[in-house]
């Protein structure tokens, strides 16, 4: 995400921001940044009146125009890698009717909105993780693999290969999966952790080094005792990404709900659910609040994450895509990790 402040930000924290998304991660903090009621601008193709005369009939064409929508509802589809703003045309042609901005990455949009801490945090997380690379994750076991990008927002799962067949049929099985899993790997970039029980994993690196070592040399392994999606959370909630690249926010969260299940279960210093919380915060005794992307645009939830803050605790916002934010939700939302027990 590249970001520019055409103007100081006024001391409410109300401006505009220019946003370049670059990837399909920072049109999902996008999604978490606009706002119903904020105004975003954008370049899109609109209908416009073509020159007409009396020999042939009225033209239309859709030519590039400058738009405003004062948003209503935000829509963020990563299948098609776009991010869907609809709303009323507040700037431009056919003011008062309703339009849908759909921003892809490449595209410069404009954001007007007052700014808070949470989303100035998040927005310097998206433009500073632009410069890394795509970490991914290969879950390895006895005739099975399956293959993760690790975005921002959580593991997505890229494909699941299993014994081949064919020309690799004369092979052992192992050796059948580790040829395709190798030519899979061929099409990515980054770096790859090779996660798994057993020693599966190593012997995959070590056929790696053989066959192909300038991606061999891009390879970290990682011990878990989980196979497949569990092996992913494994690895991450172990600190693999704190060895592969800087932004260390997934495993943050996987950490951080431990923490919460592991003193919930000890009856220790934590609260969850709102009323437990705002509780906690009034009494100046959260020191992490954790909360739901899903819940950061309810009201009562923004007063108290803006008490929370006012009041010196950490902030973190969990993504609902990613397990530990959908135990959050399991918990109400939000949840905090306290200095002493109320």
């Known amino acids: 995400m590249k970001a520019e402040v055409p103007e100081p930000l006024k001391r409410d924290g109300f401006g505009e921001y220019k946003l370049m998304p670059e990837s399909v991660d920072d049109l999902w903090h996008l999604s978490h940044l606009i706002s119903p009621g904020n105004t975003v601008y954008a370049v899109t193709l609109r209908t416009v009146d073509g020159p007409t005369d009396k020999l042939r009939s009225e033209k239309l064409e859709k030519r590039p125009v400058k738009i405003g929508v004062k948003c209503e509802k935000v829509e963020f589809v990563p299948e098609s890698s776009r991010l869907r703003v609809f709303g009323l045309i507040s700037y431009g042609p056919d003011m008062g009717q309703h339009h849908t901005l759909n921003i892809e990455a490449g595209y410069e949009i404009s954001v007007v909105r007052q700014w808070k801490p949470i989303d100035l945090a998040r927005l310097e997380r998206a433009v500073s993780s632009s410069v ?101 959370q494994e690895a991450i909630g172990n600190g693999v990404l704190a060895r592969v690249a800087e932004d260390l926010q997934l495993a943050k969260e996987v950490s951080f709900m431990d923490e919460v299940f592991l003193r919930i279960g000890q009856n220790g210093a934590v609260a969850y659910g709102k009323n437990e919380v705002r509780q906690a915060v009034d009494y100046g005794a959260a020191e992490t609040v954790l909360v739901a992307d899903s819940f950061v645009r309810d009201m009562s939830v923004a007063k108290m994450i803006e008490g929370a803050e006012r009041l010196g605790a950490n902030v973190v916002v969990l993504s609902t895509e990613f397990e530990p934010g959908t135990r959050l939700v399991g918990l109400g939302g939000v949840a905090a990790l306290l200095r002493y027990k109320i």
């Open 132 to 232: 890394h690379g795509v970490v991914h994750i290969v879950a390895i076991e006895d005739g099975e693999a399956e293959l993760y990008r690790v975005r921002q927002y959580g593991p997505e799962r890229i494909t699941t290969l299993t014994v081949g067949s064919g020309k690799s049929a004369e092979l052992d099985s192992r050796q059948a999966l580790f040829v395709e899993l190798l030519s899979f790997l061929e099409k990515v970039t980054g770096s790859i952790v090779v996660a798994g029980p057993g020693f599966v994993k190593e012997d995959f690196v070590k056929f790696a080094k053989t066959k192909a070592p300038a991606i061999a040399e891009r390879m970290l392994l990682a011990d878990t005792r989980r196979c497949g999606y569990g092996a992913v």
